[in-house]
């Protein structure tokens, strides 16, 4: 049984940075995918980062290029998010993701089986 627990979210001000944590547990994770998407109220999710477990590229969606930085520290089967230069549009709830079955990198949200319950961003102006 696959586990993900986000953790990290909270309330900061615009220019301000967050580091979300993923934490996994239930699987070896080398062969995964891990992925960081995002809601906002009344929107679709959204890709944000993905990176293979094993893999030395990160990928991003264009909105957080330059800004958001994926990483992983395998000792404690985590992934992390730097959030950094945050706007108010970044506003939603941060979700964690993980797919074992999967061809290029998948940037919608059926292209992963598991997933963590969220965690909120808030950015005020």
């Known amino acids: 049984q696959v586990r993900l627990v986000e953790s990290g979210g909270g309330l900061v001000q615009a220019g301000g940075s967050l580091r979300l944590s993923c934490a996994a547990s239930?699987?070896?994770?080398?062969?995964?995918?891990m992925a960081w998407f995002r809601q906002a109220p009344g929107k679709e999710r959204e890709f944000v980062a993905a990176?293979?477990?094993?893999?030395?590229?990160?990928y991003y969606a264009d909105s957080v290029k330059g800004r958001f930085t994926i990483s992983r520290e395998n000792d404690k089967s985590t992934v992390y998010l730097q959030m950094n230069s945050l706007k108010p549009e970044d506003t939603a709830i941060y979700y964690c993701?993980?797919?074992?079955?999967?061809?290029?990198?998948?940037?919608?949200?059926?292209?992963?089986?598991?997933w963590g319950q969220g965690t909120q961003v808030t950015v005020s102006s």
């Open positions: 993701a993980a797919t074992l079955a999967y061809t290029g990198i998948p940037r919608t949200y059926r292209g992963y089986d598991y």
């Open positions: 239930g699987r070896t994770f080398s062969t995964y995918l």
């Open positions: 990176k293979r477990w094993s893999g030395v590229n990160s």
